[in-house]
C-alpha cells in the first residue's frame, strides 16, 4: 500500500484500495475539499479528480464550472510535487515469550516512540487516512516506532492482566529491536501510566516525553475526581460484554471522543472494524481492568525528562493536576473538542517542534528505583553458636544464594555491609519476588530474614544509588518480623493487578524521616 503525500491542502481517496493523500495548489479546485471514492472510510462519496481535469478556479463554488473538453496543457497547473510513503512492514520481537508487532516508518536523526492507549492495530490503523496523515508528519524528519500492546492489535493475547512493569519490558523490547537506544516517547490516555513510569524508571532512553490526555490514578478518589467510579467500570464491562464490536459501541465512542464526525456512516465502520481488529471482548475486558489498579502519582515529581502535557479545550483538569506534579513541565492546549489525536488540530506539529527542542538535552541525575535491604534475624547469636569458620562458610553459602536470585529477578548489587544486602531494581514485582525467593532459598541454609522494599527516587552518586529513597527503604526493613518482607504504600500501589496480596502493617514512624508511612507485608507473591 502506498501513500501519496504533497504539501498543501489534503484530499484522501482509495484507488484500487491503495490508500492515497493527494495535495493541489491553492487556488485549484479541490484545494479546499475532499473529493473521495466510495472506499474511503469517511467523508461523504464522489469522484475523483486526476491531473488531466485539474483547473483554476474562476467561480466561488468550483464545482458550479463544469469541466470542458478543450482544455489546454497550458491551462493546467503541473500536479504539485509529492512523496511516496509505503505502509511499514510488520515486524515481531519477543518480550519474555509473547511476541509483540510493531513497525517503523520515516527516517532522520530523531526517534519517536508512539504507545497507543486502549486497543489499537497497526495494519487496520492505515485503513484510516486521518492516521496515515498523522503518521506522515510526524515521520517527516523522523523514525516513527509504533506497537501494538500485549492483548491487543497484531500482538499476542495473554490471560493474564498485564502490569506496569510488564508493559515497560514490552516498550523496552520493542525500543530494543528496532535498535533505538534513545526516543522521544508519546503516549495517550491509559498508556501514559506506563510511559510515566518508564521515563522515571529509565531517564537514559527518553529523550522527551509527550503525554495526551494522561491519567495517573485509575478509579475515582475524593482526591483523585478526574477518573470513572467503580459504577462506571462495571457498565462500561458491561457493554463491552454485551455489545463489543457493534455499530452502536463505535457511534458511542465518536459521539464523545470526536464530535465533528459523530454520525458519519464510513468512521462508525472504520472505528467498528478497528474495535473488532484491535481486541476480542475478553481481550477488551483485560484492557480495562488494567486500568482500574493504576496508580502512579506518588511517581510523578521522580519524573525529570523534559515534558509536554497536550489537551484540547475538553477536560483539562487531570492534564493539569499531572502537569502540576512533573518538575517542570509544559501543558499545551489544543482548539477544538477533539479527543481522539490523530484529529486533535496541531498535534503532530507539537509533537515534532518538541522533539527538535529536547533532542540532545542530557539525561537527569535521578532515576526512579526499587531498593531492596536485607539481614539476616538473629546473625550474632547463630554466629557466636558455629564460631567464626563455620560462620564465614555459612555467610558464604547465603551470599551465594542472594546474589543467585537477584540474577535471576535482574537486580543489582551495591552493598553487603555486615550480613546483609542492599540492591535495587528497576521494577517493585520483580523486587518482591525476589526478596520472597530470598527468603525462602535461605531457609534451607537454617537461616531466617527480614526486607524492607521502596520505589522512590534515588540520586547518582557516582554509580552508587542515594538519597532518601535508599535511606527510607533501610528503615523499612528494620521494622519487619522475622521471615517478613515489608512494603512501603508506593510499592504497594505499583504492583495492583499482579496478584501479589498484602497484609496492612498500619502506619510506622520511620526514624530520622519526617510524617507517617503506612506499610504492608507480603502475604503471597504472584
Known amino acids: 500500500m502506498t501513500v501519496i503525500v504533497a504539501w498543501a491542502s489534503v484530499r484522501e481517496c482509495h484507488p484500487r484500495g491503495a490508500l492515497c493523500l493527494w495535495a493541489l495548489p491553492n487556488g485549484y479546485e479541490g484545494a479546499d475539499s475532499s473529493i473521495l471514492v466510495p472506499e474511503c472510510p469517511y467523508k461523504a462519496p464522489a469522484r475523483l479528480v486526476t491531473s488531466a481535469g485539474l483547473r483554476k478556479r474562476s467561480s466561488p463554488n468550483p ?25 511499514p512492514s510488520i515486524i515481531y520481537t519477543q518480550s519474555g515469550d509473547v511476541s ?15 504507545v497507543h492507549g486502549y486497543i489499537g492495530n497497526l495494519e487496520v490503523e492505515w485503513e484510516d487516512p486521518g492516521h496515515v496523515a498523522f503518521f506522515t508528519k510526524l515521520a517527516t524528519d523522523s523514525r516513527v516506532i509504533r506497537f501494538d500492546r500485549r492483548g491487543s492489535g497484531l500482538s499476542d493475547r495473554v490471560r493474564d492482566v ?5 508493559r515497560m519490558d514490552d516498550l523496552r523490547a520493542v525500543m530494543d529491536a528496532a535498535g ?47 477518573a470513572p467510579t467503580e459504577d462506571d467500570y462495571r457498565e462500561e464491562f458491561e457493554q463491552i460484554r454485551t455489545g463489543w464490536g457493534e455499530p452502536a459501541q463505535a457511534e458511542r465512542f465518536i459521539r464523545e471522543a470526536a464530535p465533528s464526525i459523530a454520525g458519519d456512516p464510513r468512521f462508525v465502520a472504520w472505528t467498528t472494524r478497528m474495535f473488532r481488529q484491535g481486541a476480542s471482548p475478553g481481550a477488551a475486558l483485560a484492557l480495562r ?42 501543558r499545551l492546549e489544543l482548539s477544538g473538542r477533539e479527543r481522539v489525536f490523530w484529529l486533535a488540530d496541531g498535534f503532530p506539529e507539537a509533537i515534532t517542534d518538541f522533539a527538535r527542542a529536547v533532542w540532545g538535552e542530557p539525561e537527569p541525575e535521578t532515576l526512579l528505583a526499587t531498593v531492596l535491604f536485607t539481614d539476616i534475624v538473629g546473625s550474632t547469636a547463630k554466629a557466636a553458636e558455629l564460631g567464626d569458620r563455620s560462620w564465614r562458610k555459612l555467610i558464604e553459602r547465603h551470599h551465594a544464594v542472594v546474589r543467585a536470585q537477584l540474577d535471576r529477578y535482574r537486580g543489582r548489587e551495591f552493598d553487603t555491609a555486615g550480613d546483609g544486602f542492599f540492591a535495587t531494581f528497576d521494577g517493585p514485582i520483580r523486587a518482591i519476588q525476589c526478596a520472597v525467593a530470598v527468603r525462602t532459598a535461605v531457609r534451607e541454609l537454617g537461616l531466617e530474614i527480614r526486607a524492607g522494599l521502596h520505589t522512590g527516587e534515588c540520586e547518582l552518586i557516582g554509580e552508587k544509588p542515594g538519597g532518601i529513597a535508599v535511606n527510607l527503604g533501610a528503615r523499612v526493613a528494620a521494622k519487619a518480623q522475622p521471615g517478613e518482607v515489608l512494603v512501603s504504600q508506593t510499592v504497594k500501589d505499583l504492583v495492583a493487578g499482579s496478584g501479589i496480596t498484602f497484609q496492612d502493617r498500619g502506619p510506622a514512624q520511620l526514624k530520622g524521616i519526617p510524617g507517617t508511612w503506612r506499610l504492608y507485608a507480603v502475604a503471597a507473591a504472584a
Not at 463544469?66 to 510513503?85: K, N
Request: hydrophobic share 45%; proline share 10%.
Open 63 to 87: 464545482r458550479d464550472v463544469p469541466e470542458t473538453a478543450d482544455s489546454t496543457d497550458a491551462e493546467q497547473p503541473p500536479m504539485p510535487q509529492t512523496r511516496c510513503v509505503e505502509a
Open 289 to 330: 481492568r488494567m486500568v482500574i489498579n493504576v496508580d502512579v502519582r506518588d511517581i510523578l515529581p521522580s519524573i525529570h525528562v523534559a515534558t509536554l502535557i497536550v489537551h484540547t479545550s475538553v477536560r483539562r483538569d487531570e492534564s493539569e493536576y499531572i502537569a502540576e506534579r512533573i518538575p517542570g513541565a509544559r
Open 180 to 226: 533505538s537506544p534513545r526516543a522521544v516517547l508519546v503516549a495517550t490516555f491509559e498508556a501514559t501510566a506506563m510511559a510515566m513510569l518508564f521515563a522515571a524508571t529509565y531517564p537514559e532512553r527518553v529523550a522527551g516525553l509527550v503525554l495526551f490526555y494522561p491519567l495517573a490514578k485509575g478509579v475515582w478518589a475524593p482526591e483523585y475526581p478526574f
Open 162 to 166: 498485564p502490569t506496569l512493569e510488564t
Open 100 to 114: 509483540i508487532a510493531y513497525a517503523i516508518s520515516g527516517q532522520g536523526p530523531t526517534d519517536i516512540v508512539f
